[in-house]
């Protein structure tokens, strides 16, 4: 158990650091909201802009592909490390790492637009830092990750179980000069002696 618990925690640390360069990215290539300045305050400048949902979307899609990444890694590494710990940590990791590039991607540029809204001429126009709406999305890391790590466990996509059988062996396998086993051990045939048939006698 405690074994688990530490994998499940490592598992969950390097996911949320992951949240960092996301972020960053999300903040490289989706659009920002553009406001105009009106008393010291940002009202939208076009309210029929996409933009708003545009940063949802990017979001969405960079976070279900770090989610796609992570659970193949989780599932290669499960092999060695354990199933449960790595299966916790992933979902977690994932939700805490969406929340990083989530308010980190928002900060970036924050001071900025605040400082255009105290200074800034009314009319002037000022991009926002980006943000959320549909907040669901931050969910979208740790289920893409549990999800793409089930279905890679119940395909079996590395032959784990098939290995396991093998590994086990048969119990019935006989040597020679031994009694073998038939029927699950049912019935015993007697090993033949060297050179004789097993079914003639010897007056």
Known sequence: MASRIRIGLLAALAITVLGVPIGLLWV?????????????????????TETLIAADGWFAVLTVAAGLLCGVAAYVLA???????????????GLAAAIVAWRLGHLV?????????????????????????AYGVVLAWPLTAVVV???????????????????????????????????GGELDLEAAPTGRDVDRREP
Do not use: W
């Open 28 to 48: 490289a290539i989706a659009p920002r909201t553009a406001y105009q300045v009106s008393g010291g305050k940002g009202l939208l400048a076009d309210p029929e």
């Open 79 to 93: 092999g060695r490390l354990g199933e449960q710990g790595l299966l916790v940590g992933i979902a977690a990791g």
């Open 109 to 133: 540029g924050q001071s900025g637009y605040r400082h255009a809204l105290r200074t800034a001429g009314d009319g002037t126009l000022v991009h926002a830092p980006l943000g959320l709406h």
């Open 149 to 183: 790590f089930g279905l890679l466990e119940a395909l079996d996509v590395a032959n784990r179980e098939s290995r396991a059988k093998l590994a086990a062996g048969d119990a019935g396998g006989g040597r020679p000069g031994q009694a073998d086993e038939v029927g």
